[in-house]
């Protein structure tokens, strides 16, 4: 605003219009991949996933299906949420016995970053939620608990903290408690100094990991109220997360 006057833009946009047409890129990018992901990034897939498995809803409201008819083609709600399942699908597959889940980018040497498998098991677990089939709400919901459990065995408790000090060093990066693990990786992330021959479970933290990876275990808190684990994770989590200097 400049001399008492505003400068304003005008014009229209087809919002629905748009959605329909990110879901059609969409499907059609992920009948490229054999295995149905839409990308190398699982992290980012899951929000694909939750994208069409909402649009899905959407298109079932009144009146939409016969607004958009012409534009629709093949997406449909069958279609959205068959493609979203198929992901979901995808991920729970091949989650390891630990809980850990797979990320996409490294699937040659079969990483687990919890980072990403929170931001995963979040995509899922939201789709599980209202209206979801009840088989595959089950089985979404024992794969988020797996991985619940993966994250908290590597919550970095005063003892952990204590052994990693002595191993690395007093006040060393990555062993602070009340942080997580890395996850299952191949690559010293913690000081940078380079890869490893192999995968190994990095014990070690980062501030960003909690942040990142709590949102799935809120998410399954809201769907089993009645698991009380979650709730004192939850509370934990953020007086930590909260009272830490990051």
Not at 58 to 64: D, I, T
Not at 68 to 94: H, K, M, N, Q
Not at 105 to 114: N, P, Q, V, W
Request: net charge negative; aromatic share 10%; hydrophobic share 40%.
């Amino acid at each position: 605003e400049a001399s008492g006057r505003a400068d304003c833009l005008e014009g229209t946009a087809d919002v629905e219009g748009a959605l329909v047409d990110a879901a059609r890129y969409l499907l059609r990018l992920q009948e490229t991949h054999p295995d149905g992901r839409y990308s190398l990034y699982f992290f980012t897939d899951a929000y694909a996933a939750r994208f069409l498995h909402a649009l899905a809803g959407h298109l079932e409201a009144p009146g939409v299906r016969e607004r958009l008819d012409r534009r629709l083609g093949e997406v449909t709600p069958e279609a959205l949420r068959a493609s979203a399942y198929r992901f979901c699908d995808l991920v729970i597959d091949r989650q390891d016995a630990s809980g850990g889940l797979p990320i996409g980018y490294a699937d040659r040497d079969d990483l687990r970053y919890t980072a990403d498998g929170g931001s995963i098991a979040l995509g899922f677990l939201q789709i599980a939620g209202p209206g979801a089939d009840p088989l595959r709400r089950a089985r979404y919901l024992e794969a988020g608990r797996r991985y619940a459990a993966f994250r908290e065995a590597l919550f970095i408790t005063p003892e952990t903290s204590a052994r990693l000090q002595a191993q690395f060093g007093p006040g060393s990066p990555g062993t602070q408690a009340g942080f997580y693990g890395l996850g299952l990786i191949n690559a010293d992330l913690v000081t940078k100094t380079g890869r490893w021959p192999e995968p190994r479970l990095e014990e070690r933290g980062l501030y960003w990991v909690m942040p990142i990876s709590v949102g799935a275990i809120c998410a399954l808190h809201r769907l089993d109220p009645a698991q009380e684990t979650c709730a004192e994770v939850i509370r934990r989590d953020a007086a930590e997360y909260l009272g830490k200097d990051c």
